[in-house]
Structures are given as C-alpha cells and as structure tokens.
C-alpha cells in the first residue's frame, strides 16, 4: 500500500508540474506560478521521501513507517493543496493553513528519526 501511494504521489507531482510549467504560464501572475513551483518541488521532494519509506517498510518489516507517512502524506496534500488553490485563484486565506501541512511534514520527519533511534 505504501509503495501505491508514494508511486501516485510521484505521478501527480510530475502532471502538476508540467501543467504549471504549461497550462499556467499564461494566465497566471508571477506571484501564482511561484506558489505553484514551491507546491511542486515540495510535492516532489517528500513524495520520494515516501518512496524510501515504503522500500524500508518492505526491507524492514520490523520497522513501522504508519505514523511518519500518515503525517507526511496528510502535510503534503495540506501544504502543496493549499498553494496550488491559490495558485489557481482561489481566496489567499488559504495560506493561512499553508503552515499547518509544513508542521505535519516536519513533525512526520522528526516522528522518523524518533522511531530510527528508539529501535537502536
């Protein structure tokens, strides 16, 4: 299941890209396509994060990766949702929530590295 999700991410991350790269080049402001650029690389960024995690998960069966992904993956649709939103026009109170995904991708890291040196 972990790989599944991590391959879907991936693919979403490359259609999102290229339809900022060319759907939105025209019709979006210099300030929505660099919301749409970090929502991206973010996007690309932690779904090969979750790639690794599901390859460990399979190498590990011991080592549970439940809780860092379910935080990583839920900070990734929260932090890169709410940029591509606004990106595509919708109210800038989205950003306001922007935050809330980057500290669940951050506390899914740090949840990573506590479970890496409990199991040492």
């Known amino acids: 299941m972990w790989l599944g999700i991590a391959a879907v991410n991936l693919a979403l991350a490359v259609m999102l890209g290229a339809f900022g790269a060319h759907g939105l080049k025209h019709m979006a402001s210099v300030q929505q396509l660099e919301w749409w ?7 690309f960024w932690h779904a090969l994060g979750l790639l690794v995690l ?18 990583l993956q839920l900070g990734l649709i929260i932090f890169c949702g709410s940029l591509y939103l606004m990106a595509l026009g919708l109210p800038r109170w ?27």
């Open 37 to 43: 650029h970090t929502a991206t690389q973010y996007f």
């Open 54 to 71: 599901s390859v460990l998960a399979k190498a590990v069966p011991a080592f549970t990766v439940k809780m860092p992904f379910s935080l």
């Open 94 to 120: 989205l950003g306001a929530i922007t935050p809330v995904g980057g500290v669940l991708m951050i506390t899914g890291w740090l949840t990573l590295a506590w479970l890496a040196f409990k199991q040492q």
